[in-house]
């Protein structure tokens, strides 16, 4: 039925280490299913598989470096068998010349290395690598004590209880993510013609609701201002779809969904933006939820692929950090990130009165090969009117 490959996990990405399998010969998948655990400059993410079938063979074992589309799992239907893609045909050799005089005899050919390159990763069993995930620590920081240095149960605990052990996430090596970051970042400024706007939205209609909201709710079940955010953005790209895609090759393709990435800090450096999935279809409560939850995930490393395969634009906020305005650089091939900074009280003209009011800095960065000024006014400013009826969102 198909073959299960190692995915491309963003524009950084040319290779991944496979860490774990959930899926065995003989398990039957659905679409969906996670059937892997993958290693990459953004920490451990889990892999989904997008056909249904049967895992008939497994191609890859967990500690193997393999680049982006390398096959690592065969799927089939019952009764099914899976047919490797063959080498291209080699040419046939020309005939030998007539012997006139001896020769020295051709070098062998060099059969080029199998695509799959061993690690410095080390062995662990299953039940190590769960407890080393959910207490964030990197098993390459731990010493095994089973054989062949193999990392233990036993030994996961003796590293949790070390207070430093525990940061950062699992696997995370942030120097490599620094280098993937700044290497999408310069292709980005490289090959994408950006351009930047801002616009100042008044806040005192989008607090109000959310106070009148959060009235009687626990703290963990509060909505926040982030969570109008994302809505309106997706909303607002429903009649502005030409910042929701990605150019490729210089042709925009829309993209079918509105999946956006929101931008998450990882602790002690890193960046991810994993997508929330339909963004524009989901109520404000489980917008929050989404956020709540990818943000945990995101720095505990345990992401899913199709969280960082499916994003179609970007929101990023440093309200929080207390910075008022964010310039984003677009996450190729996506055309356009939306910026959103610290809420601060102005001076304010309402009904002809000077009063404060609560204000913030939404900025956009958009791709000239795509759009322009003139549409990405049109796309602030519709984002503006929808948080102005936060009841609508």
Known sequence: MGIFRMPSLGADMEAGVLVEWLKQPGDAVARGDIVAVVETQKGAIEVETFEAGVIERLLVTPGTTVPVGTPLALLAGAGESIVLPSPEPQPSAPPPPPLRAPAPLPSPPVTPPPVMVATAHPPASPAARRLAAERGI??????GSGPGGAVLLADVERAAATPSAASPARGLDLAQMRRAIAAAMARSNQEIPHYYLSTTVALAKANAWLIDRNTGRPPEQRLLLAALQLKAVALALRRLPEFNGFCIDG??????????????????????APAIHDTDKLAVDEVMARLRDVVARARSGRLRSSELQDPTITVTSLGDRGVEGVFGVIYPPQVAIV???????????????????????????????VSDGHRGALLLAEIDRLLQEPGSL
């Open 339 to 369: 910026g959103f900074g610290k809420p601060v009280e102005r001076p304010w003209v309402a009904d002809g009165q000077v009063v404060p009011c609560p204000v913030m800095t939404a900025t956009l960065a958009a791709d000239h090969r």
């Open 251 to 272: 042709t925009f393709r829309p993209a079918e969904g509105i999946h956006i990435g929101t931008a998450v800090a990882i602790r002690g450096g890193g960046l991810v």
């Open 138 to 143: 990197a098993l390459t920081a731990i010493a």
